[in-house]
């Protein structure tokens, strides 16, 4: 299933975001705040594939501002994973929809994807098959794909922590 988006031009200048990760659930995790009204969704986009793989959009007022790595699938690292050089800095605005009163949770099925470079400093996240894409940066380390028929694609992080896994006390 492919969800709709569209790029709007950045007013204002770039929100910061930082990724963290919780070390006894392996979630990775980064919003950012600050996004003008839109009047769409506000709440979260549940995007889960047949794997069991999971990843939560953060939508403010329609606007694309975090996301939430919770049931990784399987991960590829590639030694030269980099963020493509042409971007766009812009918003990423989910079209608003009538909907239910009290309703700020959708659920998309898709197929999900992760490539990684070597020190697991860059992930890219990509939704169903490889396509031509628009990258928007949305954030000074979170990047958005927008494929040419208006859907959104992918995701980069960039500058990620390193994972520093929980360990118990004996």
């Known amino acids: 299933m492919q969800m709709e988006a569209r790029v709007e031009p950045l007013t204002g200048s770039?929100?910061?975001?930082?990724?963290?990760?919780?070390?006894?659930?392996?979630?990775?995790?980064?919003?950012?705040?600050?996004?003008?009204?839109?009047?769409?969704?506000?709440g979260t986009v549940e995007l889960t594939d047949a794997e069991g793989s999971v990843a939560v959009l953060d939508v403010n007022n329609g606007?694309?501002?975090?996301?939430?790595?919770?049931?990784?699938?399987?991960?590829?690292?590639l030694a030269d994973l980099h963020v493509p050089a042409q971007l766009t800095d812009g918003r990423v605005v989910l079209p608003?929809?009538?909907?239910?009163?009290?309703?700020?949770?959708?659920?998309v099925d898709t197929t999900l994807s992760i490539r990684t470079n070597s020190t697991e400093s860059v992930f890219h996240l990509r939704i169903g098959p490889?396509?031509?894409?628009?990258?928007?940066?949305?954030?000074?380390?979170?990047?958005?794909?927008?494929d040419q028929q208006g859907g959104v694609a992918g995701f980069w992080?960039?500058?990620?922590?390193?994972?520093?896994?929980?360990?118990?006390e004996m």
């Open 14 to 42: 770039l929100p910061a975001i930082s990724w963290r990760w919780d070390p006894e659930t392996d979630i990775l995790s980064g919003a950012f705040k600050g996004n003008r009204k839109s009047g769409g969704l506000t």
């Open 63 to 77: 606007v694309i501002c975090g996301l939430d790595v919770v049931v990784w699938p399987e991960v590829s690292t």
């Open 96 to 107: 608003s929809r009538p909907s239910r009163p009290g309703v700020a949770s959708l659920e």
């Open 130 to 146: 490889r396509r031509t894409t628009e990258v928007v940066r949305v954030a000074d380390n979170f990047y958005v794909e927008v």
């Open 157 to 168: 992080m960039t500058n990620v922590p390193p994972f520093t896994a929980f360990e118990e």
